[in-house]
T-cell receptor, first 112, second 114 residues
Framework: NAGVTQTPKFRVLKTGQSMTLLCAQDMNHEYMYWYRQDPGMGLRLIHYSVGEGTTAKGEVPDGYNVSRLKKQNFLLGLESAAPSQTSVYFC???????????FGDGTRLSIL | DQQVKQNSPSLSVQEGRISILNCDYTNSMFDYFLWYKKYPAEGPTFLISISSIKDKNEDGRFTVFLNKSAKHLSLHIVPSQPGDSAVYFCAASVHNTNAGKSTFGDGTTLTVKP
């Protein structure tokens, strides 16, 4: 049982480039979340999904887009990467509200 | 305005002693609280939770206390072990709303010395 898998684990981009981060969960969870964590700070919610085909904005959505075409996958896209988006990105899922979230091991993204 | 605050960035304790990690919140609507533990290069993992209808929840060496009037919760680890050395995040949410979204504190780095 892999839980939540994030790919890639590391990536370096140049300013203006685009990329997609993939999150896959095998627990049949309805809810999925994308967070970013900056040094010395907690997790800030970027976007989330309450089910297949749904997405919603979180606390810091600007510069990111998401899609949830399949229940098990939640994609995070950066259309035009900026140095301010250098961060560690975590994906999480949960079975329903007020259940603990299960996290992936993160994607470390550097934008030069 | 940060709604969940962990005012101590770091804490160091001796093996076998008690570790107490604190968390304050400002949003009185929060009624479900969780603690997560994070090792370097890994994602956070769930540790323990508490609903606002309780003031204490215990799981083995870990106990979470909730003081609603003070909007304060704490995590007690007894006895502390070197393997407990990690970053601990406090999180809060509003029950059955907001799609289970949690607001996280900035974390406290716990170091347990052998």
């Amino acid at each position: 049982n892999a839980g939540v898998t994030q790919t890639p684990k590391f990536r370096v981009l140049k300013t203006g480039q685009s990329m997609t981060l993939l999150c896959a969960q095998d627990m049949n969870h309805e809810y999925m979340y994308w967070y970013r964590q900056d040094p010395g700070m907690g997790l800030r919610l970027i976007h989330y999904s309450v089910g297949e085909g749904t997405t919603a904005k979180g606390e810091v959505p600007d510069g990111y887009n998401v899609s949830r075409l399949k229940k098990q996958n939640f994609l995070l896209g950066l259309e035009s990467a900026a140095p301010s988006q250098t961060s560690v990105y975590f994906c999480a899922s949960s079975s329903r509200v007020n259940q603990p979230q299960h996290f992936g091991d993160g994607t470390r993204l550097s934008i030069l | 305005d940060q709604q969940v605050k962990q005012n101590s960035p770091s804490l160091s304790v001796q093996e076998g002693r008690i570790s107490i990690l604190n968390c304050d919140y400002t949003n009185s609507m929060f009624d479900y609280f969780l603690w997560y533990k994070k090792y370097p290069a890994e994602g956070p993992t769930f540790l323990i939770s508490i609903s606002s209808i309780k003031d204490k929840n215990e799981d083995g060496r870990f106990t979470v206390f909730l003081n609603k009037s003070a909007k304060h919760l704490s995590l007690h680890i007894v006895p502390s072990q070197p393997g407990d050395s990690a970053v601990y995040f406090c999180a809060a949410s509003v029950h059955n709303t907001n799609a289970g979204k949690s607001t996280f504190g900035d974390g406290t780095t716990l170091t347990v010395k052998p």
